[in-house]
């Protein structure tokens, strides 16, 4: 199993940004993915997840209405695109493959991880 993460930069406060993770190495239909981010000395929080057909979605609350999570089963890629970003979005993000069946944000439920992509939002 392999998780690539792209697309991170730097980006100014109130801009876009649009992340990628491209699977490999098993069925990407067939399970939910997620994304993560960690801020320096902070832990790793969840982002958003969604659902192996992709009708189904979830998002913490600072995100919401800002972030949207899409994936393509055909491309075996899950992205997150991420508007209206603050200084506080900026982080490490993560996409994961969780190993449960339903949408959870709990980050022990993942047991594949991507490398990562750094997000800088400032002016």
């Known amino acids: 199993v392999q998780l690539q993460a792209s697309g991170g930069g730097l980006v100014q406060p109130g801009g876009s940004l649009g992340l990628s993770c491209a699977a490999s190495g098993y069925t990407f239909s067939s399970y939910v993915m997620g994304w993560f981010r960690q801020s320096p000395g902070k832990d790793r929080e969840f982002v958003a997840s969604?659902?192996?057909?992709?009708?189904?979605?979830y998002y913490t609350d600072s995100v919401k209405g800002r972030f949207t999570i899409s994936r393509d089963n055909a491309k075996n890629t899950v992205y997150l695109q991420m508007n209206s970003l603050k200084p506080e979005d900026t982080a490490v993000y993560y996409c994961a493959r969780a190993s449960l069946m339903w949408l959870t944000n709990r980050i022990n439920d993942y047991d594949y991880w991507g490398q990562g992509t750094l997000v800088t939002v400032s002016s």
């Open positions: 969604i659902a192996w057909s992709g009708s189904n979605t």
